[in-house]
């Protein structure tokens, strides 16, 4: 079992900054996919990132820029940076877990957004006004 809990979310104004966290536990932090996600309201889910095992990141096109993705293994917690929010940003962001079973086939690991993520977080709301 793996839990994750984010935090961080809140009202901002366009143009600040948050920094949101995914709090890990219950299982070897170190063999997981961890994915970033967002949903806005009245649209699909978007992966925003996937960091590996390894802590090496695959993040979309999308966000490079202005989101900075790092983790605390001491922590067992993964941030999540934005910088110069939009509007267009306002959604519940989520954290996901894969475990080994769920993005390893064959010997050969792909983390990535599009992995199939087996726990998810309740997520964080985040509201940018302009």
């Known amino acids: 079992q793996v839990n994750l809990v984010e935090s961080g979310g809140g009202s901002v104004q366009a143009g600040g900054s948050l920094r949101l966290s995914c709090q890990v536990s219950?299982?070897?932090?170190?063999?997981?996919?961890i994915g970033w996600f967002r949903q806005a309201q009245g649209k699909e889910r978007e992966g925003l990132a996937a960091?590996?095992?390894?802590?090496?990141?695959f993040s979309v096109e999308s966000v490079k820029g202005r989101f900075t993705f790092s983790r605390d293994r001491a922590k067992s917690t993964l941030y999540l940076q934005i910088d110069k929010l939009e509007p267009e940003d306002t959604a519940v962001y989520y954290c996901?877990?894969?475990?080994?079973?769920?993005?390893?086939?064959?010997?050969?690991?792909?983390?990535?957004?599009?992995?199939?993520?087996?726990?998810w977080g309740p997520g964080t709301q985040v509201t940018v006004s302009s």
């Open positions: 219950g299982y070897t932090y170190m063999s997981l996919c």
């Open positions: 960091v590996d095992a390894d802590g090496s990141t």
């Open positions: 996901a877990a894969a475990t080994l079973g769920q993005y390893c086939r064959d010997g050969l690991c792909t983390c990535r957004p599009t992995s199939d993520f087996n726990y």
